[in-house]
């Protein structure tokens, strides 16, 4: 079994991934964010009294993808937990490049917290001697290395889960970093062209699953390549068998990202786009953004971690054909669909009280809402039946 | 400080201790500007200003120092030339950074300028965050006082002045790390 529980965390990324079979569950976490004192990827860890991460993946340096490690960098030690893998952000091994690009996105205004990323990366690097647990965590730049053969895919850094990155290459970090060093005034945002895109892949009694992490990616070059790499690694399967895409950046609009959704994504294929987003907030995910998944994929669920009123409202006209799911009604859905085929369900509650759970098992495929307010939004009102959903 | 000397006393001991202290710095310049916003028996109310430091203040304890109630509404400049008007400067620095609290810097975005009618851009939108938390705000370009265009990044800071927030806007300021940030990369990638 597979699940893929995208926390809550407003603005910004936290990801667990949870695989499962006779012998144990297996979990990674890709990002870390913190949101107001809270990180929930750490509430998910006490909740479920994890002790072991296979892999902590960072997609990049960005504030709201790594503000949470000082604190998940102390509970782990704290709590005798153990890591096998960090995959850290791409860029050239030379630490003058960290040394730039941490001055670039952290001015000294933010330099308490700039020290504590660091200091939390090395006591991540230590924690399981620290915890006398055996040997150190491998810490992993994970380049696109131009391979897009089967040989590509990488199956030890998660039980039951191989993946490949797929961007960005060691040229294309370093051509982003040059144009970032030359342009002045450059927002910090050219560095999401630098965050980690991985593609996975999960097997269910040979079916095969694929899921589509982008992170920050921008840039349209970059979605190109994204685009190629995608249809190569998996000799195009991934027209028939991507089941989840985390939409980039929170769901701003971006040209690359629909060029390369068109090509790779199957319209009649089911699928769920995952949108970790802020409540109330124009650009993420932006009325773009939900209007082409709409309008291009009938069988797309879209899934935000916050709703917002701004959502409901862009989205209710002018098909009037969305039905949304309000914190107050998930109750009623949930137990509609307990009444219906799915009792057997295992229903797992999201710990952050917005998130939501993905899940994969024998029976199929199944978006299982959280408590609050995590919403759905379809333009298939038969997509609720979560058959549709079952492959 | 002795808050019961008046200006004309600052002036004269302005001269005494450039004559005492000649071993500091007698050509750095402070200019305190005091706007006095209303006088009431035995308190004033006024903004006060030394640098980049602005503070509303009430009371009779700094305005002793200024026992001029014809200035009441009028920009009361005071060039401090001297040492030791150096440190009356400070002084009232420390003060007046007890008034005025920085209690946060944010580090902002210009995600948009608004246009007049003539196509001209007015006003900036900024995205700000703030303990994770997105923020908008909008800011006429004249009020800004650099220039700014479409992405440029700016620092934020807020500062409680009494009971009552205010953003100002800073110029983006690229960080440096220091010695032992170097060494907690170098460490990190060994």
Known sequence: ?????????????????????????????????????????????????????????????????????????????????????????????????????????????????????????????????????????????????????????????????????????????????????????????????????????????????????????????????????????????????????????????????????????????????????PANNPKHPSEDTLKFFQNHFENCCIACTNVSAYCQDKLKSPQQINPFLLSAQEELFLDSIKAEKHTSINILQGVCADSFVYKIDRKGLHYLPGSGNSCILTNCEECFNLNKFTF | MDLTETHLDLKEKKINAVENIPDREPHKLENLRVKLIDWTAGAAIASMTIGTYTASVRGDDIFDVLEQKSLVSQVYPINIVSPKAKTVADDLKELLAQLDEVIGLYPALVVGLEENLSGDPVKAIIDVSVEGKQYQIKKPLTSIPFPVKLYSRIDIEVRQIGSSKKLYLKPFKQGHLDEEEQKLIKEFLK
């Open chain 1, 1 to 277: 079994m597979l699940e893929i529980i995208v926390l809550n965390v407003g603005l910004g990324d936290s990801v667990v991934i949870k695989t499962q079979d006779n012998s144990g569950c297996y979990y990674s976490l890709i990002d870390c964010k913190k949101i107001g004192e809270s990180v929930p990827s750490i509430e998910f860890l006490k909740k479920n009294k994890i002790t072991h991460l296979n892999t902590l993946f960072i997609t990049h340096l960005h504030y709201d993808h790594i503000s949470g490690l000082p604190d998940l960098a102390n509970y782990l030690e704290n709590e005798d937990c153990t890591i096998d893998n960090i995959v850290i952000p791409n860029l050239p091994g030379d630490p003058g490049d960290w040394f730039f690009v941490l001055e670039y996105l952290y001015p000294d205004t933010l330099k308490t917290l700039r020290k504590s990323i660091l200091e939390s990366l090395n006591k991540l690097k230590n924690i399981n001697v620290k915890n006398k647990a055996d040997g150190i965590p491998t810490i992993l730049t994970m380049n696109f290395e131009g391979n897009t053969k089967p040989s590509a895919w990488r199956d030890h850094l998660h039980k039951k889960l191989d993946f490949v990155a797929l961007s960005p290459n060691a040229i294309d970090s370093l051509a982003i970093l040059r144009s970032a060093i030359k342009k002045s005034g450059d927002s910090g945002e050219s560095f999401n062209s630098l965050c980690h895109v991985f593609i996975f892949r999960y097997y269910v009694d040979s079916i095969e699953y694929l899921f589509l992490f982008t992170g920050d990616l921008v840039g349209q070059r970059n979605w190109r390549n994204v685009t190629n790499r995608c249809l190569s690694i998996t000799n195009k399967s991934i027209l028939n068998t991507l089941c989840f895409f985390k939409v980039s950046h929170h769901g701003a609009y971006q040209i690359g990202l629909k060029t390369c959704l068109e090509k790779i994504i199957a319209v009649y294929r089911p699928f769920l786009a995952a949108i970790s987003c």
